[in-house]
């Protein structure tokens, strides 16, 4: 069964394509568009992974059929895993900049979980300034304990009380949900805010001075991800394995 990464030519999700390949083998992880999945791709798919990006995308190719298509993909056995932007397209509603000249706010059809996903968390991004850098190294808390994890944007989760919180921001008031865990149907979704697929090789790629304001922001977070990898790598593996792990598994733990 394959692993699917869903492609939508706008964004540039290499760094997921390859760690995702080191872990199930190149032969086994396939990029998809909407178009494929209209044709049935999810037919033969373990997992679907849903990378970051920007989710209004998401809904311009996948509005209607394409959703149903995955939600059925769910409700049948498979796992959604949305990281970042797929981790907002996975909610039943998102609350994005609501404060800001271009807000993105509504809801979305897939649903998975069933509150709202709000971000980003200015508590964690340059001076707490919208048009500064999102990125930043910042602590979630699991059952085994706090992981670094690199942010981006991404949400915080509220008001769904069936899902299965496997993670929380460790740093925020009240420790909101981080990483969130949905059953549908004979499956499930695995919702990431941080981006756990980044460590700090795959980061020092995506810095560059020229024309980056934020260029000093990045390269003292670069310095905090060089001595936080083996805990990066830990929850990587960590929501792998979760996401990988099938229904009857995961109520007997």
């Not at 970051?52 to 049948?76: S, W």
């Not at 000249?101 to 964690?124: H, N, Q, V, W």
């Not at 460790?170 to 805010?193: D, F, N, T, Y």
Request: hydrophobic share 40%; glycine share 10%; proline share 3%.
């Amino acid at each position: 069964m394959s692993v699917l990464l869903y492609q939508d030519y706008v964004h540039n999700n290499v760094i997921l394509y390859h760690r995702l390949c080191a872990d199930f083998g190149a032969d086994y992880v396939i990029l998809c568009d909407a178009d494929d999945i209209d044709n049935g791709a999810l037919e033969k798919a373990r997992l679907f992974v849903m990378p970051g990006g920007a989710d209004l995308y998401y809904c311009e190719k996948l509005g209607g059929a394409g959703n149903k298509a995955i939600r059925t993909f769910v409700e049948k056995g498979g796992t959604y895993l949305g990281i970042c932007a797929g981790a907002y397209y996975g909610c039943a509603a998102i609350a994005w900049a609501k404060d800001e000249k271009t807000p993105i706010c509504g809801a979305r059809e897939l649903g998975f979980y069933k509150g709202m996903a709000i971000g980003p968390i200015y508590e964690f991004i340059e001076e707490g300034d919208f048009y500064k850098s999102w990125d930043a190294v910042v602590t979630v808390e699991g059952e085994e304990g706090g992981y670094p994890a690199f942010y981006s944007g991404g949400p915080i989760f509220e008001g769904d009380k069936d899902a299965v919180i496997l993670a929380r921001y460790r740093h925020l008031p009240g420790q909101p949900a981080a990483i969130v865990e949905c059953r549908s149907g004979a499956g499930k979704a695995i919702l990431c805010s941080p981006h756990i697929e980044y460590d700090a090789l795959s980061y020092r790629k995506t810095i560059y001075k020229h024309g980056n304001a934020s260029y000093k922001w990045q390269l003292d977070i670069l310095e905090k991800m060089k001595k936080a990898d083996e805990k990066q790598e830990a929850l990587w593996h960590l929501v792998l394995k979760k996401a990988m792990s099938d229904k009857k598994q995961d109520h007997e733990t």
